[in-house]
């Protein structure tokens, strides 16, 4: 099928149409079993989704940050789950080897990812390790054929139905961000298991595992760029992916809105019609800082501070409007099958996933207060 360019409209309009088609007549029963069937899987490789941002060269499909991001609100706007799992295998897989892969490792799995014949993984968060990316367990070291990995991973997106996953490991610990390495694991690679799959209030549908890797052997070429760049990888990709979940978070606010408007139309309520409007204006503010850090990102400008904005405020107010179009649309909302319910519980998750609110908040204050002489709209 052909592609839409970098159009992000043309793109757009294609994810809408599909999200119409296939996802939002299923996207209660996704909610309800938490699994994504896998002609869903299927058909966003059809459409390619599965390629965007990757070059054509290796078989994706083009199309910038700004495309993503609107496919990935549109996909969002039917099915949260959905939309995060393709986020996840473009922006902290896919992405990653696209920038730091050698040629063979492109070959190898790159190619699968942006045709769809594989999805991608990202395997960083651990028991205990909260939100210090640095702070991890699990260990490798070198052995005469390669490496051996030992440890376990928490949280960890898209590891059931995965083809590849990033898994990022530490040489010795007291060598902090230093000691860190990235390496693509296949799934079915000796002693690497998915140990369980984790029930959640939100993005059900979405896999989340915890993984356990007991003496994963893995040959040199499994390592993704150097040793020691590994946290710098990981934080490289989790910055350009909070831009795709603020999208995510958006389409769940823009879905969220769409049943709040609804419910005010059939009701005159003055508070209904403040209420409304309120989130309205939280709405514009959200998808105008996506587009500016989407757009950045585009240009090839600097883009952490503007993302990290953009997430922080996407995923407020995806929980405050969801919230709001409970307390418009009163105890038939409040129902565990109610489409409002799903939405709010899925926007409840956004404030956590990719950097928590407290991250985001770290990683602007910082930014800040390094740069306290630039004015706030350059």
């Known amino acids: 099928?052909?592609?839409?360019?970098?159009?992000?409209?043309?793109?757009?309009?294609?994810?809408?149409?599909?999200?119409?088609?296939?996802?939002?007549?299923?996207?209660?029963?996704?909610?309800?079993?938490?699994?994504?069937?896998?002609?869903?899987?299927?058909?966003?490789?059809?459409?390619?989704?599965?390629?965007?941002?990757?070059?054509?060269?290796?078989?994706?499909?083009?199309?910038?940050?700004?495309?993503?991001?609107?496919?990935?609100?549109?996909?969002?706007?039917?099915?949260?789950?959905?939309?995060?799992?393709?986020?996840v295998h473009l922006a902290v897989c896919a992405r990653p080897i696209l920038d730091h892969g050698t040629e063979s490792q492109k070959e190898r799995f790159l190619r699968p990812l942006a045709r769809g014949e594989r999805i991608g993984a990202f395997a960083l968060t651990e028991p205990g390790a909260g939100s210090d990316s640095a702070a991890l367990s699990t260990r490798y070291e070198r052995v005469p054929e390669g490496f051996a990995l030992r440890g376990t991973k928490m949280f960890t997106s898209n590891a059931v139905s995965a083809g590849t996953v990033l898994v990022f490991a530490t040489r010795d610990p007291s060598l902090g961000h230093r000691g860190i390495s990235a390496f693509i694991v296949p799934p079915g690679t000796g002693g690497f298991s998915?140990?369980?799959?984790?029930?959640?209030?939100?993005?059900?549908?979405?896999?989340?595992?915890?993984?356990?890797?007991?003496?994963?052997?893995?040959?040199?070429?499994?390592?993704?760029?150097?040793e020691g760049t590994g946290l710098r990888i990981a934080l490289e990709a989790l910055a350009g992916g909070r831009i795709g979940i603020a999208s995510c978070a958006l389409g769940v606010a823009q879905a969220a809105f769409d049943t709040m408007r609804e419910a005010v139309r059939a009701d005159d309520a003055e508070w209904k019609r403040i209420g409304l409007a309120r989130a309205y204006a939280e709405l514009a503010s959200a998808r105008s800082l996506i587009e500016v850090a989407a757009a950045r990102k585009d240009r090839g400008e600097p883009y952490v501070r503007e993302a990290s904005v953009a997430k922080l405020v996407a995923s407020r107010a995806a929980v405050s409007i969801a919230s709001a179009?409970?307390?418009?649309?009163?105890?038939?909302?409040?129902?565990?099958?109610a489409a409002a319910s799903r939405l709010y519980r899925d926007a409840r998750v956004f404030p956590i996933v990719e950097?928590?609110?407290?991250?985001?908040?770290?990683?602007?204050?910082?930014?800040?207060?390094?740069?306290?002489?630039?004015?706030?709209?350059?």
């Open 1 to 87: 099928m052909g592609t839409a360019g970098s159009d992000p409209d043309g793109w757009r309009a294609r994810a809408r149409t599909f999200a119409e088609r296939v996802v939002a007549p299923i996207a209660a029963s996704i909610d309800r079993d938490d699994r994504i069937p896998d002609r869903v899987l299927r058909e966003l490789s059809d459409e390619r989704f599965v390629g965007l941002g990757l070059p054509p060269e290796w078989d994706g499909v083009g199309g910038d940050t700004r495309a993503t991001a609107a496919v990935l609100e549109e996909l969002s706007r039917a099915s949260a789950a959905v939309a995060v799992t393709l986020a």
């Open 194 to 226: 998915v140990a369980q799959r984790l029930d959640k209030l939100g993005l059900r549908g979405s896999e989340t595992t915890e993984l356990v890797l007991d003496n994963v052997r893995l040959p040199t070429d499994a390592l993704l760029g150097a």
């Open 355 to 378: 950097g928590t609110t407290e991250i985001q908040e770290l990683i602007l204050g910082r930014s800040l207060a390094a740069s306290a002489d630039e004015r706030t709209d350059n």
């Open 325 to 337: 179009g409970i307390d418009v649309g009163g105890p038939e909302a409040a129902r565990t099958e």
